[in-house]
Every structure is written in structure tokens, then in C-alpha cells.
Nanobody
Framework: QVQLVESGGGLVQAGGSLRLSCAAS????????MGWYRQAPGKQRELVAI???????TFLDSVKGRYTISRDNAKNTVYLQMNSLKPEDTAVYYC????????WGQGTQVTVSS
């Protein structure tokens, strides 16, 4: 079992920045990748960014150049730095850990006002 606790969401004006954190605990040795997903009202959940245990990173096209994903292995934490935020980035952001199973965090709301 893996437990994920997210933090860092909030309300920000367009052009602003936020940093999300996702702290993992439990069977962290089994984690192969960690990522961030988001779901806006009326839309499907989509992958925003993912980082594998080997360090490979993938981004959603619409956030490339604005978001970065990083990890602190000592703290078992993954971060999503979001810059130049746009109103269309508004969504609930979820952390996910992939091991033999997928584990999800509780979600954190990000709201970008125009």
C-alpha cells in the first residue's frame, strides 16, 4: 500500500505560480513512477506530468515550458512547479503513484482567475 498526501493548491491570478507537493509513504520501494493528473469540471482526467524511477519525464503538451516536475527522494516527495498559469489550468490536481497498482491522492484544487 502507498499513501499519498498532496498540498499546495489554491487560487492564483493568471500569470502566477503555484507549487504542488505530493508526499508518499508506505510501500514506497515499489513505486515505478509518480505523476500529476488533473480533472476540470465536465472533462476527463488527464495526465499533466510524470516522472519515472529512472528519471524519465513526460509532460502534457499544453503545459510544456510552464510546468516542471521534480522529486526529492530523501523526502519521498514529488513536486509540480506551475508557472505562467492560465485560466484553463483550473482543475483538481491529483497525485498518482504507479507500482503494481495505481494509488491516488485526495486531490487539490487549483483555480486560476483571469
Amino acid at each position: 500500500q502507498v499513501q499519498l498526501v498532496e498540498s499546495g493548491g489554491g487560487l492564483v491570478q493568471a500569470g502566477g505560480s503555484l507549487r504542488l507537493s505530493c508526499a508518499a509513504s508506505g510501500s514506497i520501494f515499489s513505486i515505478k513512477a509518480m505523476g500529476w493528473y488533473r480533472q476540470a469540471p465536465g472533462k476527463q482526467r488527464e495526465l499533466v506530468a510524470i516522472i519515472t524511477s529512472g528519471g524519465s519525464i513526460t509532460f502534457l503538451d499544453s503545459v510544456k515550458g510552464r510546468y516542471t516536475i521534480s522529486r526529492d527522494n530523501a523526502k519521498n516527495t514529488v513536486y509540480l512547479q506551475m508557472n505562467s498559469l492560465k485560466p484553463e489550468d483550473t482543475a483538481v490536481y491529483y497525485c498518482r503513484a504507479d507500482s503494481p497498482f495505481a494509488y491516488w491522492g485526495q486531490g487539490t484544487q487549483v483555480t486560476v482567475s483571469s
